[in-house]
């Protein structure tokens, strides 16, 4: 029997109008952005669909999604992100970006879950939960510092000016700002 996560639901399918306007064709309502975005992060699929050419949109709305997100105020992709991206385009490297960003994420959301649980753990006043968080944090150092080698490799306008601090200078600031943490979830667990 297939468990509940390995059952594939098919996507929601949303026609886009030309009057702009979202039509949901599971909840036969009229949704906008922000049901999509609503969607999205609760996991939903859909697929948003052109109503007149029939053409997969998706891409466009879900570019739309994160330009409204980001214009509210709360933004999430520095400038210097989105500049080393832009450079990309039309760059020889270009195929690679996607598959780059998508794993990049893949690892980032499993390395969150794992976060989440060894906090969870942390406050319950595991000591092997506070050796799966230090062993988390280093992972997560060392994803970073992979990620930000690549673009500096990729792109040679960057060629190692990302930080000015020597290595020894970085790991003493990490592991102070690591106790610092330790010490005031300690506190919390503490009382």
Known sequence: MAQADEVRVEPVIVKKY??????NT???SYITLDHLSTMTR???EFKVIDAKSGEDITHNVLTQIIMEEETRGV??????FLRQLISMYGDQMQALVPLYLEASMDAFRRNQEQFRAAFTGLMGGNASA????EALVRQNLQMMEAAADIWRNANPLLGGAVSTRSEPDEIKELRDELAALKARLDKMSNG
Not at 18 to 23: E, G, K, S, V
Not at 130 to 133: I, L, N, R, V, W
């Open 18 to 23: 030309a009057n702009r306007r979202l039509y």
């Open 26 to 28: 599971e909840t036969s």
């Open 42 to 44: 609760e996991g939903r």
């Open 75 to 80: 933004t999430m992709l520095p400038a210097s």
């Open 130 to 133: 506070s050796t799966a968080f």
